[in-house]
């Protein structure tokens, strides 16, 4: 498992989305944009029950998320690893991530009949450029 430095949790604890890419049935890359947070070693995203992300990490939780800074491109962290889903704080989770990237206190489009999924990656890999600057 390879860790986060001090320099790549504070860049993804900036409001920078992420793209993160699972891998479909027929083993193509899938890419969505996604809201990050981080939790020590774990990067953490989050999508609703059904969604094609929570789908193809249930049959391969190999997963690779990239985030840039929208100001210099050359500014960035890329984390691959697996992904574990679990429900449990997912609710809380997407609020918080609404806070951060909307400034609002609850995640606006949240759906009365829809399940929110928490994905933590667990890295075994992490790479980063211009960090140091």
Do not use: C
């Not at 969604?51 to 840039?68: G, M, T, W």
């Not at 889903?85 to 909307?102: F, M, S, V």
């Amino acid at each position: 498992m390879a860790t986060l430095d001090e320099k790549a949790r504070r860049f993804l604890e900036e409001p920078f989305v992420g793209e993160v890419t699972t891998l479909r049935p027929d083993g193509s890359p899938h890419t969505t944009v996604v809201w990050v947070d981080v939790d020590t070693d774990e990067v953490i995203f989050n999508t609703a029950v059904g969604r094609a992300k929570e789908r193809y990490l249930r049959k391969d939780p190999r997963v690779s998320l990239i985030v840039v800074d929208p100001e210099n491109s050359y500014r960035w962290v890329s984390v691959s690893g697996t992904a574990a889903l679990t429900t449990d704080g997912a609710d809380d989770e997407i609020d918080r991530l609404a806070k951060k990237y909307l400034g609002k206190d609850e995640y606006p489009w949240r759906k009365p009949e829809e399940q929110r999924i928490s994905v933590r990656i667990r890295p075994e890999r992490v790479d980063a450029s211009g960090l140091d600057e």
